[in-house]
């Protein structure tokens, strides 16, 4: 069916690179099967995050772009580059989709709404977009800008919520138009857990200004006891009491998350109940949300990749992973195309949901590990693809000691899924998304190391387990995530794909 070897990619999320030291989880955690793949095994650090995969220099890397990256086998300028190319240029004050709406409220005196996460995280939105949207609304005399900001504090650390808000007022201030009408944290806002209770809070602030109310932005920062990620919602007040900034009939809201999967949730809800009431949506980046809300710019296309190649030669594939990752090992991994392939089963698991990931650090491995080792035992699947989230999920949580047992739990899933493999005549290759956990502490504060859930820049580990008398070349020179799917397809006997510019390194 293959002329090379089956195989299993196992993505880990989150799994970086970095010297052991006192912020890093991955050194720190027991992971005697980790360690001997790395010693044993041929190895090379991957590049997984700036221009290398098609972000900004020095970006961090993220799971949308890395197992994009991944399935293309190529970098895919990422839609944050997109943003940032329509602002440089200048180009942002004649947009095609922006520059109407624009028009139509100065012309009928009615409001915009800029609704979006409010920090330099790089991976959702970045808050240096507003200075430039400020600005053209001006440019158009556009009456009045409300600003629901939604606050951070995981993707970059925690107790920075104060200072982004302080820029914000900075450039509605330079602009002479615009201010913050709400605030939220992004465990409201951007929930993608389903749990519409936390979305529907945080749009009652937005649609009806029901939250707690405060006369400015830093009383609400104030009242909040339970850090940026989970800042209640406050609205901003007039002298007589009302809020200074809901939606009302007419209005025009735009989007400023670049990134789709956290705010589609909230950006659905809202326009189910105010598109019926005149009022206009935009997003900065096309999302992928149920209704048809018009982009800024539009997205790249990551097609021709893996899954094309697998299709195209009628290979079967298995997709597992756990539903807080199951998107990136299917959607994103097949260029972000939804249409089903004959040739791909997608397995997504589900378990006890944890309140808290830091609780329970295991989340579902053991059901994954399962899943992957039936699949790898089946003789029509020349290839399986998993990911193992723990390492990157509860490193989000910035909890040190619960992120090296979730690495610990790690190591005994690949070890499992590395014995199965083995019996069923199958390589395994190891390869991380972006980093993570290993730096759990970050400066904030003049120096003072703070705890940090963030990503990093660092490189991620590719690691092949050969099968049992598999003869692989050491890899050489430097490497990129955009090298995985033409090693995938290389081991499995396949040429890449044409437009793939990675190169198999084993
Ligand atoms: O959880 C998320 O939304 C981001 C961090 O904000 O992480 P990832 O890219 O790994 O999904
Ligand atoms: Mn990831
Ligand atoms: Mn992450």
């Known amino acids: 069916m293959i002329a090379g070897t089956p195989g299993v ?27 001997h793949l790395l010693e044993t095994c041929p190895t090379v650090l991957a590049d997984a995050s ?6 900004l220099p020095g970006t961090v890397g993220n799971s949308e772009i ?29 947009n095609e989709a922006l520059t109407p709406v624009l028009a139509r409220l100065a012309a009928t005196g009615r409001s915009l709404h800029l609704i979006g996460l409010c920090s330099d ?30 606050t951070d504090g995981r993707d970059v650390a925690n107790g920075t919520a104060a200072a982004f808000l302080g820029l914000v007022e900075s450039y509605a201030a330079e602009a002479g138009l615009g201010g913050v009408a709400t605030v939220v944290g ?44 989970w800042m209640p919602p406050s609205v901003v007040t007039d002298a007589a009491g009302r809020p200074v900034g809901v939606v009302e009939e007419g209005d025009a809201v735009l989007f400023t998350n670049f990134r789709s999967d956290r ?19 935009l997003s900065l980046a096309q999302y992928d949300t149920r209704a048809s809300i018009p982009p800024l710019v539009h997205r790249s296309d990551a097609g021709g990749g893996l899954a094309a190649r697998l299709a195209a030669h009628g290979v079967r594939s298995v997709r597992i992973a756990e539903a807080e990752k199951f998107e990136h090992v299917t959607y994103y991994l097949n260029g972000r195309d939804p249409s089903p392939v004959p040739v791909e089963e997608h397995v997504k698991i589900s378990g006890e949901a944890a309140p808290d990931y830091k609780v329970r650090p295991e989340m579902n491995i053991d059901k994954v590990a399962e899943a992957v080792n039936a699949a790898a035992r089946r003789d029509d699947v020349p290839l399986v693809v ?108 396949i040429d890449p794909a044409p437009r793939m510019t990675g190169r198999p390194l084993w």
């Open 50 to 55: 700036g221009t290398a995969v098609g972000l």
């Open 186 to 229: 992004r465990g409201y806002a951007l929930d993608k857990s389903g749990d519409l209770r936390l979305t529907e809070q945080a749009a009652l602030a937005v649609m009806y200004g029901k939250g707690e109310a405060v006369t400015e932005v830093q009383e609400a920062l104030e009242l909040n006891q339970r850090g940026d990620e």
């Open 9 to 35: 990619l196992l993505v880990l999320d989150g799994w970086g690179h970095a010297e052991p030291g006192e912020a890093n989880a991955i050194a720190a955690a027991a992971t005697p099967w980790l360690d």
């Open 66 to 94: 890395g197992h994009m990256v991944i399935g293309a086998g190529r970098p895919v300028p990422y839609d944050s580059v997109l943003v940032q190319e329509e602002i440089s240029s200048g180009r942002l004050g004649s």
């Open 386 to 493: 998993a990911n193992l989230a723990n390492i990157d999920v509860v490193g989000h949580t910035g909890h040190y000691e619960a992120t090296r047992q979730a690495t610990e739990h790690t190591d005994r899933a690949v070890e499992s899924i590395c014995r199965a493999a083995r019996a069923a005549g199958r390589w395994v290759l190891l390869v991380g998304d972006h980093g993570n956990a290993e730096k759990m502490l970050i400066a904030a504060d003049g120096g003072t190391p703070r705890p940090y859930g963030g990503h990093t820049t660092h490189p991620v580990p590719a690691v092949l387990v050969p099968a049992d008398g598999q003869e692989v070349r050491r890899p050489a020179g430097p490497a990129t995530l955009a090298d995985i799917a033409p090693s995938v397809l290389s081991l499995l006997g």
């Open 121 to 150: 995280g790089m991976i959702h939105a970045d808050v240096h977009h507003l200075q430039e949207l400020l600005r053209v609304a001006a440019r158009f005399s556009v009456p009045a800008v409300h600003i629901h900001a939604v």
């Open 263 to 281: 705010i589609q949730q909230l950006a659905d809800h809202l326009h189910e109940h105010l598109a019926p009431r005149g009022v206009t949506f």
